[in-house]
């Protein structure tokens, strides 16, 4: 399971072609790939914002959140990244009809969850938050797993790559609405005093 998500990082075309090949049960447990995987940045962050810290201009202070808030926040991290995973999964199942393709809900989630898998490995700079190296390496791995998905949706879809094409840009219009949810949804968390807890900067 967790070499086929690897291996679309160095080798893209060869994975996507090894998973469109998969039948039944292989395939099928994929679709635990993003619960496994997503474990990697939420356990990072915690650690990360609880124990190392980062800093704000000049100061050399580290902020550090409280165990407690940094537990509940990488909790509600790892339930966010499964649940748009889940989400994406569904409209790559709901809309490959429109685009010829047989899909099933498993199909999608799978595609979704293997996309995700640069920036499950991204994550991994959480143990040591650094703003301007997290930002780059995040649009590297952003980046990145928008090229798995034009490249792997019309292989394991089977479908012409003029179709993959807009189908794939179907969904990274739906990513990005779902991204804009999140953004406004932790707002109103943090507005309604679910905002993070500081320790002091001398601890």
Same mark, same amino acid.
């Given at each position: 399971?967790?070499?086929?998500?690897?291996?679309?990082?160095?080798?893209?075309?060869?994975?996507?072609?090894?998973?469109?090949?998969?039948?039944?049960?292989?395939?099928?447990?994929?679709?635990? !790939?993003?619960?496994?995987?997503?474990?990697?940045?939420?356990?990072?962050?915690?650690?990360?914002?609880?124990?190392?810290? #980062?800093?704000?201009?000049?100061?050399?202070?580290?902020?550090?959140?409280?165990?407690?808030?940094?537990?509940?926040?990488? +909790?509600?991290?790892?339930?966010?990244?499964?649940?748009?995973?889940?989400?994406?999964?569904? +409209?790559?199942? #709901?809309?490959?009809?429109?685009?010829?393709?047989?899909?099933?809900?498993?199909?999608?989630?799978?595609?979704?969850?293997?996309?995700?898998?640069?920036?499950?490995?991204?994550?991994?700079?959480? !143990?040591?938050?650094?703003?301007?190296?997290?930002?780059?390496?995040?649009?590297?791995?952003?980046? #990145?797993?928008?090229?798995?998905?034009?490249?792997?949706?019309?292989?394991?879809?089977?479908?012409? /790559? /003029?179709?993959?094409?807009? !189908?794939?840009?179907?969904?990274?219009?739906?990513?990005?609405?779902? +991204?804009?949810?999140?953004?406004?949804?932790?707002?109103?968390?943090? /507005?309604?005093?679910?905002?993070?807890?500081?320790?002091?900067?001398?601890?």
């Amino acid at each position: 399971m967790i070499q086929h998500g690897l291996a679309l990082l160095v080798q893209p075309h060869t994975a996507w072609r090894r998973v469109a090949q998969l039948q039944g049960s292989s395939f099928n447990s994929l679709a635990l !790939f993003p619960v496994v995987m997503a474990i990697l940045p939420a356990v990072a962050w915690y650690y990360g914002t609880s124990r190392v810290g #980062w800093t704000v201009g000049s100061s050399g202070d580290a902020i550090r959140l409280t165990e407690g808030s940094a537990t509940e926040i990488a +909790f509600l991290f790892y339930l966010v990244m499964i649940g748009s995973v889940a989400i994406i999964g569904y +409209f790559i199942h #709901w809309m490959s009809s429109t685009y010829g393709a047989n899909s099933t809900l498993t199909r999608g989630i799978v595609i979704a969850g293997l996309t995700c898998s640069p920036l499950f490995v991204a994550g991994l700079v959480g !143990f040591h938050p650094l703003l301007w190296l997290d930002l780059l390496i995040g649009v590297v791995a952003l980046s #990145w797993s928008t090229y798995l998905l034009y490249l792997g949706i019309p292989i394991v879809m089977n479908i012409p /790559e /003029e179709r993959g094409f807009l !189908f794939s840009s179907a969904i990274i219009a739906i990513a990005l609405v779902i +991204f804009v949810g999140i953004l406004v949804v932790t707002i109103l968390a943090w /507005e309604y005093g679910f905002a993070p807890e500081f320790t002091d900067h001398s601890a």
